[in-house]
């Protein structure tokens, strides 16, 4: 079992920039593949980003790459997303997410993670 709570999320204009935070707990956090979805309202959850159990491979969805960076600090059981030239359209509530994807496929799919967070909502103004 994996606990996992998001902070970092507000509000600020386009062009700003947030960090959310994701504090993991419970089992090995190492062993777990972290990943942020999004959900805005009237739209389904999309991927945002993740990172595999090393910390050795990245994956973005193409709307963030080149402006969101993820990483993780095993240390400290967290893994943070930085987002950069934030959107009117990154409007959302960011989720974090702990798995074991079985594959790199996987990584992209809210089904290859198990334990969820209850979501911090980043809202960006025009």
């Known amino acids: 079992q994996v606990h996992v709570v998001e902070s970092g999320g507000g509000l600020v204009q386009a062009g700003g920039s947030l960090r959310l935070t994701c504090a993991a707990s419970g089992h090995t956090f190492s062993a777990y593949a972290m990943g942020w979805f999004r959900q805005a309202p009237g739209k389904e959850r999309e991927f945002v980003a993740a990172i595999d159990w090393s910390g050795g491979s990245t994956y973005y969805a193409d709307s963030v790459k080149g402006r969101f960076g993820i990483s993780r600090e095993s240390t400290k059981n967290t893994v943070s997303l930085q987002m950069n030239s934030l959107k009117p359209e990154d409007t959302a509530v960011y989720s974090c997410?702990?798995?074991?994807?079985?594959?790199?496929?996987?990584?992209?799919?809210?089904?290859?993670?198990?334990?969820w967070g209850q979501g911090t909502q980043v809202t960006i103004s025009s």
């Open positions: 997410a702990a798995g074991r994807p079985w594959n790199t496929d996987d990584h992209y799919r809210h089904g290859g993670y198990n334990y």
